[in-house]
């Protein structure tokens, strides 16, 4: 990233309020905005992160940012939270994300998820704070039908968790709707890994992981024992499944050109990927070349819901931020590997 370039273009009330901002995105996206200019101000509730986050925020960016420890359901909180802080605009990182648990406990996800965005856009409209980027994902594409996927495939979710991303998508693209001060930019990220150069921040859920790239880390480390490989009877070149990881640090750095383009009364859609597919034993065999680690791993059975490949086309945020991934598939293993292994 041209920092120079970034530094020249921060915008004058230059203060971002991050919710979520101590999780495994929000993190990376923090030190991003710090590296331009930008002032940060934290909201989360810690249900899926730590104080300790904060800490080493602060050895990297040498600076401290403000943390409200708030649920973004608590809406009184969050409203004085905006009006002492008056910030310039919103990333919205604050949600649960595990597809699995949305399946079991649907109404916890809608109500943390939709309603926790709705609060934040009605406190957002009482004290004209008009720019939000949020966080949503490719699994609102489903079991995608052509490939690569564009910002126009069809929306068809095949779980709560991918529901409440379409939802929230609607939710905001309404509500810009309103008022030609307001826009907002969504952000459909695809497989992010990897961890900032410091390893200091990375990928740490709380609970046992369910994501590819962090399971593979707790089998090198001896935490779990071996990775499940879900299914390698797909029609892809090894069997395995396809996805497009992209490194943390490019999509933390899209969050920066996506509040600098703003673009008042737009709302604009994105896919955030590399555009290039990446195979399950692709990423086990990159992970183990890269860092010298043995990674088990046995075959099991296909994951209900999985697609068998899915990449992005990403020409549309090319030519309209002029944003691309340019790190490697092994700097994404050698970092989240610099990361893991101490955990
Ligand atoms: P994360 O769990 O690491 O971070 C989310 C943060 O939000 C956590 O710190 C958590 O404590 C906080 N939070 C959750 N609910 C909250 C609430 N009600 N009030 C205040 N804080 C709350 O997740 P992440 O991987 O950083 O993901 C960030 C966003 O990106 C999420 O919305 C997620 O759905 C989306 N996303 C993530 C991925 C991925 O692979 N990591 C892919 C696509 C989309
Ligand atoms: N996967 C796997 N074993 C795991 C976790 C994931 O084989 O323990 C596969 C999964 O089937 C998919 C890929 O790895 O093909 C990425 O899965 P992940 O859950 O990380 O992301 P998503 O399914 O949301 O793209």
Same mark, same amino acid.
């Given at each position: 990233?041209?920092?120079?370039?970034?530094?020249?273009?921060?915008?004058?009330?230059?203060? +971002?309020?991050?919710?979520?901002?101590?999780?495994?995105?929000?993190?990376?996206?923090?030190?991003?905005?710090?590296?331009?200019?930008?002032?940060?101000?934290?909201?989360?509730?810690?249900?899926?992160?730590?104080?300790?986050?904060?800490?080493?925020?602060? +050895?990297? $960016? !040498?600076?401290?940012?403000?943390?409200?420890?708030?649920?973004?359901?608590?809406?009184?909180?969050?409203?004085?939270?905006?009006?002492? *802080?008056?910030?310039?605009?919103?990333?919205?990182?604050?949600?649960?994300?595990?597809? *699995?648990?949305?399946?079991? &406990?649907?109404?916890?996800?809608? =109500?943390?998820?939709? =309603?926790?965005?709705?609060?934040?856009?009605?406190?957002?409209?009482?004290?004209?704070?008009?720019?939000?980027?949020?966080?949503?994902?490719?699994?609102?594409?489903?079991?995608?039908?052509?490939?690569?996927?564009? *910002?126009?495939?069809?929306?068809?979710?095949? &779980?709560?968790?991918?529901?409440? !991303?379409?939802? $929230?998508?609607?939710?905001?693209?309404?509500?810009?709707?309103?008022?030609?001060?307001?826009?907002?930019?969504?952000?459909?990220?695809?497989?992010?890994?990897?961890?900032?150069?410091?390893?200091?921040?990375?990928?740490?859920?709380?609970?046992?992981? &369910?994501?590819?790239?962090?399971?593979?880390?707790?089998?090198?480390?001896?935490?779990?024992?071996?990775?499940?490989?879900?299914?390698?009877?797909?029609?892809?070149?090894?069997?395995?499944?396809?996805?497009?990881?992209?490194?943390?640090?490019?999509?933390?750095?899209?969050?920066?050109?996506?509040?600098?383009?703003? =673009?008042?009364?737009?709302?604009?859609?994105?896919?955030?990927?590399?555009?290039?597919?990446?195979?399950?034993?692709?990423?086990?065999?990159?992970?183990?070349?890269?860092?010298?680690?043995?990674? !088990?791993?046995?075959?099991?059975?296909?994951?209900?819901g999985d697609a068998a490949e899915v990449y992005a086309d990403v020409k549309l945020v090319k030519n309209q931020?002029?944003?691309?991934?340019?790190?490697?598939?092994? *700097?994404? $293993?050698?970092?989240?590997?610099?990361?893991?292994?101490?955990?």
């Amino acid at each position: 990233m041209e920092v120079i370039y970034f530094m020249m273009h921060a915008k004058s009330n230059n203060k +971002i309020l991050i919710t979520g901002g101590y999780g495994y995105i929000g993190s990376h996206t923090i030190v991003a905005l710090h590296t331009v200019g930008y002032e940060v101000i934290v909201v989360d509730n810690l249900s899926n992160s730590t104080k300790k986050i904060g800490k080493n925020l602060e +050895i990297i $960016c !040498k600076k401290t940012h403000k943390l409200y420890e708030i649920n973004i359901l608590n809406f009184d909180e969050l409203l004085n939270c905006f009006i002492k *802080e008056k910030p310039a605009a919103v990333i919205h990182f604050a949600g649960l994300k595990a597809v *699995e648990e949305s399946v079991k &406990n649907p109404l916890l996800y809608y =109500q943390n998820n939709i =309603q926790g965005t709705i609060n934040l856009l009605d406190i957002m409209g009482k004290v004209d704070c008009n720019n939000i980027i949020f966080s949503s994902s490719a699994t609102v594409y489903g079991n995608p039908s052509e490939m690569p996927i564009n *910002e126009k495939h069809i929306l068809n979710a095949i &779980n709560p968790y991918g529901s409440t !991303k379409i939802f $929230c998508e609607k939710i905001i693209d309404d509500w810009v709707k309103v008022n030609k001060k307001r826009s907002s930019t969504i952000l459909r990220y695809f497989n992010p890994i990897g961890a900032h150069e410091s390893y200091l921040i990375g990928d740490n859920p709380n609970s046992v992981p &369910n994501n590819l790239m962090p399971y593979i880390v707790s089998v090198a480390n001896g935490t779990s024992e071996k990775v499940s490989i879900f299914g390698d009877d797909y029609p892809t070149k090894d069997g395995t499944g396809i996805r497009d990881y992209i490194h943390v640090m490019d999509l933390a750095e899209a969050h920066v050109l996506a509040i600098l383009n703003d =673009q008042r009364g737009r709302s604009r859609v994105y896919n955030l990927g590399t555009g290039k597919g990446i195979s399950v034993l692709e990423l086990i065999k990159t992970f183990e070349i890269e860092n010298k680690v043995k990674v !088990k791993y046995t075959v099991s059975s296909r994951r209900e819901g999985d697609a068998a490949e899915v990449y992005a086309d990403v020409k549309l945020v090319k030519n309209q931020l002029n944003w691309s991934a340019n790190r490697t598939l092994k *700097e994404m $293993c050698k970092s989240a590997w610099s990361f893991g292994k101490n955990l």
